[in-house]
């Protein structure tokens, strides 16, 4: 399962990049404006961080698929390297998603919140769809068990589209996701950070410390 990061917070960005696997970022309207940043700079600055290889999400503003397809032509020139264009799922999503794989632009289709929207998406040539767990979840939709449906549904009819599972508020969405084969999530720093984090991990570390300390004192195994 693959790790993105879902923030343009830059200094975020370059903590995680530097300590997680993570294979991208992405972002949305909402996460991109909190920054308060030129959109350019924010754009580039993320890239800057992540290099050229890892995958950058990032989501059209535009209602119609002429201009969908424009921004998103746009945006792979500005920023480049491994680029995703978010596009809701609606009818001119749909058309413009066609549209690009046409021109070898990278689609995933996002606010997904059913299995038939992502088979449609999935259909329509997206490599990825986003599906909104936490979304679901707060109105009871059960998030993990639609995406559960997606996973299989992409399975059975052996299309070639990922689930990239979106909008956690916990680590346990994530677990969840994880067992039944989400090809990938994307994730806020303070999640990832949950699912390394266990008070047992903690506990074993200090004891480990406190034994090592009690024979060699200050020394490490470089000082032997
Ligand atoms: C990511 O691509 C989605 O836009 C994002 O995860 C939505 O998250 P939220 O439901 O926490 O706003």
Excluded at 171 to 184: D, I, L, P, R, Y
Aim: proline content about 3%; hydrophobic content about 40%; glycine content about 6%.
């Amino acid at each position: 399962m693959l790790f993105l990061l879902d923030t343009a917070d830059i200094e975020a960005i370059r903590h995680c990049n530097e300590f997680y696997p993570i294979a991208g970022v992405t972002t949305n309207p909402t996460i991109a404006t909190k920054e308060k940043k030129d959109f350019w700079e924010l754009a580039r600055g993320i890239r800057k961080v992540i290099g050229d290889e890892k995958m950058l999400h990032i989501q059209t503003v535009q209602k119609t698929a002429d201009k969908m397809v424009e921004e998103a032509l746009l945006l792979k020139k500005e920023v480049g390297g491994n680029f995703y264009v978010k596009i809701p799922i609606c009818e001119e999503g749909l058309k413009a998603t066609k549209e690009l794989k046409k021109l070898g632009i990278g689609v995933t289709i996002t606010a997904i919140f059913t299995a038939p929207q992502a088979l449609i998406a999935a259909k329509a040539g997206a490599d990825f769809v986003a599906p909104y767990v936490n979304r679901l979840d707060n109105i009871i939709g059960d998030g993990t068990e639609v995406v559960s449906q997606i996973v299989e549904q992409l399975d059975h009819y052996k299309i070639d589209c990922k689930v990239l599972a979106a909008s956690f508020r916990n680590a346990e969405q994530v677990h969840k996701c994880a067992t039944f084969g989400c090809h990938s999530v994307t994730v806020t720093p303070k999640i990832l950070n949950t699912i390394i984090t266990h008070p047992m991990t903690d506990n074993a570390l200090l004891d480990f410390d406190r034994d090592w300390k009690a024979v060699y004192g200050d020394k490490t195994i470089l000082d032997f």
